[in-house]
C-alpha cells in the first residue's frame, strides 16, 4: 500500500497537540496509573526473590512496552505516540538516593556541603547518552534482537539476558503500533511497523519511524536520549534510494520532514533541553557530509519555527558557505537553536584523549554541546560542576593569607583550584561504581558494539570510551576578579588585600567607588586585553591538567568542559561578593564569555580573549555565546557578517559558538504583555526556550544582557 504523507501546514495544530489530546482506542494498553502500579509489583517481587537488578529492569521496561496505551492518529505519518509510565524513573531515583546513602556515607556530606555552598557538585550523571544510531539503521531491531539471543546463548549472564528481554519487547512495541494503525485506519502505517519488527528499514520513512520507536523506548528505560546522531549522514541512503525508486520526491520529502521534526516538539512543549541533531562534518571516507538532506532539514525547521528540536552543525574548512548563509537566515529570523561546532578543535581534543583516529567521524555534540564519539562512548558529561568564581571567594576570604605579590595571589588561587578539582573527582568516582546498581541500560547497551562484545552494560563500561565530564563554570567572573585584584591592590594600589577581604565581606557596603572602579577600568576578560586574558589561559590550563591526569572509575579519564549553562544563576546566588565589582547573589559569568556588560569591545574583543585558551584541552567541550542587536545582522551584508563571526572564532581555534538577537525593548515588552510573545525564542545557554516561559531572575539577566549590547 502506498505510504501516505500529509501536508505539514493544513496538519500543523492537530500534530503539535497529538500527544496532548491522544485517544488510544479499546484494547490499546493500560493507563499510566495501571502500569505503574504492576512494574512496582514486579520490582518489589523480583527484588525479594533475590533476582539481578539488570534482569528486573529490563522486565520492567518490558512490561511498559508491551502494555502502556499507544496511539496511532488517522493524520499522522508516522506511528510512536505512547503514554509513558515513569514507574522505571521512579525506582530508578529512589535507588539512586537509599544506594548513595548505604555506600556513599560521609562523602555524600562532604559533597552535599560542598553543593550548599556553590563551590562544586559532584553525582552521578545518567542524562548524557547516544546510541549507534548506525547499528540500529544498519541491523534494524530482527538484526539487535538476534544478536543478542546469540550472545545469550553463548555467554548467558544478568546482562545478555536483559539485553535479549527488552529486545523481545521493542519488536513487540513496534507490533502493537501496528494494531493501533489498522484501528485508525491506516494500513500504510501498519505495513510500515510491521516491516519494521522483523526487517531493517529500506526507506527513508522506515528509518525515521525506528528512530522514533528507539527513542520513545530508551526514554522510558530512564536514560534521556540526547542526540539523534549524525542525520543528514544516517538517513542520506535512504532518502537517495527512494528518490531512485520514485517514492519520494524533493517536495514530499520536505513534508515528511517538518511532519518529524514538529513531534518533538509537540511531545516536550518546548519546556525540555531540546532532541538534539547533528549535521555535516567529515565523512569516514573523508570529505565533507553536507548534503541535500541537510539543505531539507535545515529549511523544515525553519519552516517550523519551533524551540524543539536544536540542531549541531559540524563546521571544517570545507563546509558549504550557502549551508552557512541558510543557517544565517534562520538566526536572524530568531529561530536560534543552532550550535555551531569547530569540527578541527573537537578531532584534536579526541586525539589528546587517546580516541582513534577512525572513529573520530563519529564525533556528535551530546547534549548541548559536549563531544563524543556516537556508538563508541559513554559520556557522562555532567559527572562534576565546578565553580571557578566561589574559589575566589575561598582566596580572599582566607584571613590567615597575606601576599606580597599578585604572583602570590595567582599560584595560590591555582593551588586552590587543584584542590577542589581533585576532591570533586574523588566525589565522583564512588557515584560512577554504582552505575549498574542504580541503572542498568539494556536497551541502550544493546547498540553498543563493544557492550555486546564483551559482554557488559554500559553501566559497567562496556562500551570502547567511558569518559567523565567536569563543567567549569565562571571563568569570565574569576579572570577579572583576580585582574582586579592585580590592579587595585599591587598597581594603583587603591587597597590592601586585607582591606578587600572585609569589604567583600560587607559586599561592598560603603565602598561603591571603589566597586565601581573594579567593574569599570579594571582589566576584563572578553576585550582581548593580554592582563585578563593571560590570567584565564592560566586557571584553564591548571584545571586542565588536573582534569586530565585523574583517572575515573570507569576506566577512563576525567576531561575538562569550560561551560556552565543555567547554572550560572545558583553558583551566583551562593557565591560572595567579588573583587571585580560583583555584589554577593549575582549571576556569575556564562560559559566562556565575558562577564555582563564587560565585552566592551564587542565581538571582535570577545572571540580575541576567548581563543587566547586552548580549546583542544576542553574535551568536554566550550561554548561562546553571541548576543548581538538585530541591526547588526541586516541585509545579506549582515548574513555574512554571521559567516564571518563563525569562522573567524573557528580560525582562531574557537570550539563551539551559538547566536541571541535580542532587543531589550522587546523582552520587557514580552515581560509585561506575555500573551503577545508567546512565540518569542530566546538561545538559554544550550537549548531553545520561550521567553514567557522563563523565570523572572532569567528574564531579567536576559534583559540586563541585552542592555549591555547596545
Not at 549472564?157 to 513496534?174: D, M, Q
Not at 563543567?471 to 592585580?486: K, R
Not at 526556550?689 to 531579567?700: A, K, P
Request: glycine share 8%; net charge negative.
Amino acid at each position: 500500500m502506498e505510504y501516505r504523507i500529509g501536508n505539514y501546514d493544513e496538519l500543523r495544530e492537530r500534530l503539535d497537540l497529538q500527544y496532548e489530546k491522544a485517544v488510544s482506542p479499546p484494547g490499546c494498553g493500560l493507563d499510566p496509573e495501571a502500569v505503574n502500579r504492576e512494574i512496582r509489583a514486579l520490582y518489589e517481587a523480583e527484588e525479594a526473590a533475590g533476582a539481578p537488578f539488570a534482569v528486573t529492569r529490563a522486565k520492567m521496561l518490558a512490561f511498559a512496552l508491551e502494555n502502556s496505551r499507544v496511539t496511532v492518529a488517522e493524520f499522522d505519518s508516522f506511528a510512536n505516540v505512547c503514554e509513558r509510565a515513569w514507574e522505571i524513573t521512579k525506582i530508578q531515583q529512589e535507588r539512586y538516593q537509599s544506594i548513595s546513602r548505604s555506600k556513599i556515607g560521609d562523602g555524600l556530606a562532604s559533597g552535599d556541603r560542598a553543593e550548599k555552598e556553590g563551590l562544586f557538585i559532584a553525582h552521578l550523571d545518567l542524562s548524557h547518552t547516544t546510541p549507534d544510531w548506525e547499528r540500529i539503521l544498519t541491523l534494524g531491531i530482527p538484526g539487535l534482537l538476534a544478536l543478542a539471543e546469540q550472545r545469550f546463548a553463548e555467554a548467558p549472564s544478568p546482562f545478555t539476558e536483559s539485553v535479549k528481554i527488552v529486545y523481545t519487547a521493542l519488536r513487540n512495541f513496534t507490533l502493537r503500533f501496528g494494531q493501533a494503525a489498522r484501528s485508525a485506519g491506516r494500513e500504510d502505517l501498519a505495513e510500515m511497523v510491521e516491516f519494521l519488527a522483523d526487517h531493517a528499514p529500506v526507506t527513508l520513512p522506515q528509518a525515521l519511524e525506528l528512530g522514533l520507536l528507539y527513542r520513545e523506548a530508551q526514554h522510558i528505560e530512564g536514560e534521556p536520549l540526547r542526540s539523534m546522531g549524525i542525520f543528514d549522514r544516517l538517513y542520506r541512503p535512504f532518502y537517495e534510494r527512494d528518490l531512485a525508486a520514485g517514492t519520494l520526491t524533493e517536495a514530499s520529502a520536505r513534508e515528511l520532514l517538518a511532519i518529524y521534526f514538529s513531534r518533538f516538539h509537540a511531545r516536550s512543549r518546548g519546556k525540555d533541553a531540546g532532541t538534539p541533531f547533528c549535521f555535516g562534518g567529515y565523512l569516514p571516507e573523508g570529505g565533507d557530509g553536507c548534503n541535500a538532506l541537510t539543505r531539507l532539514a535545515w529549511g523544515a525547521y525553519r519552516r517550523l519555527g519551533l524551540p524543539d528540536p536544536k540542531f549541531a552543525l559540524r563546521v571544517n574548512p570545507d563546509t558549504p558557505d550557502e549551508l552557512l548563509l541558510q543557517i544565517a537566515e534562520c538566526i536572524r529570523e530568531g529561530k536560534t537553536a543552532t550550535v555551531f561546532a569547530n569540527e578541527i578543535v573537537a578531532r584534536q581534543a579526541f586525539l589528546r584523549q587517546g580516541k582513534e583516529e577512525k572513529d573520530l567521524a563519529n564525533f556528535v555534540p551530546i547534549g548541548c554541546y559536549e563531544p563524543a564519539i556516537m556508538g563508541k562512548e559513554l559520556s557522562c558529561t555532567m559527572t562534576g560542576l565546578f565553580n571557578f568564581a566561589k574559589v575566589v571567594e575561598k582566596l580572599t576570604a582566607d584571613p590567615a593569607f597575606a601576599p606580597a605579590s599578585f604572583d602570590e595571589v595567582l599560584e595560590r588561587y591555582l593551588e586552590l583550584t587543584r584542590r577542589y578539582l581533585a576532591e570533586t573527582m574523588a566525589q565522583g568516582i564512588p557515584w560512577e561504581k554504582l552505575w549498574n546498581e542504580i541503572n542498568p541500560s539494556p536497551l541502550l547497551s544493546g547498540t553498543m558494539e563493544e557492550c555486546m562484545a564483551r559482554g557488559l552494560d554500559v553501566s559497567q563500561a562496556g562500551t570502547k570510551y567511558a569518559t567523565s565530564g567536569i563543567m567549569c563554570a565562571g571563568i569570565g567572573t574569576a579572570a577579572d576578579s583576580l585582574a582586579a585584584i592585580q590592579y587595585l591592590v599591587f598597581e594603583e594600589k587603591r587597597v590592601t588585600f586585607a582591606r578587600l577581604r572585609e569589604i567583600l565581606a560587607a559586599d561592598w557596603k560603603g565602598e561603591e567607588k571603589l566597586r565601581l572602579e573594579a567593574a569599570k577600568r579594571a582589566p576584563k576578560w572578553g576585550c582581548g586585553d593580554e592582563r585578563a586574558d593571560r590570567i584565564a589561559r592560566a586557571v584553564t590550563d591548571a584545571a586542565a591538567d588536573e582534569i586530565e591526569r585523574t583517572p575515573n572509575a570507569k576506566g577512563g579519564r576525567y576531561q575538562m568542559g569550560l561551560w556552565s549553562i543555567d547554572w550560572i544563576i545558583p553558583f551566583g546566588e551562593r557565591t560572595g561578593a567579588t573583587p571585580d565589582g560583583r555584589r554577593r547573589g549575582e549571576v556569575i559569568s556564562k560559559n566562556t564569555g565575558s562577564a555582563i556588560g564587560c565585552d566592551r569591545e564587542g565581538v571582535a574583543g570577545l572571540i580575541e580573549s576567548v581563543t587566547k585558551l586552548d580549546h583542544t584541552r576542553f574535551a568536554d567541550g566550550a561554548v561562546l555565546d553571541v548576543m548581538l542587536p538585530a541591526h547588526t545582522v541586516a541585509g545579506p551584508e549582515g548574513l555574512r557578517f554571521l559567516c564571518d563571526v563563525i569562522r573567524t572564532f573557528f580560525a582562531g581555534g574557537g570550539f563551539f559558538i551559538h547566536f541571541n538577537l535580542l532587543s531589550p525593548e522587546v523582552l520587557k515588552e514580552a515581560q509585561r504583555h506575555p500573551e503577545n510573545y508567546r512565540n518569542l525564542q530566546i538561545r538559554l545557554c544550550g537549548w531553545n526556550v520561550r521567553f514567557v516561559d522563563l523565570g523572572e531572575t532569567m528574564q531579567n539577566h536576559l534583559i540586563r544582557e541585552a542592555e549591555s549590547k547596545r
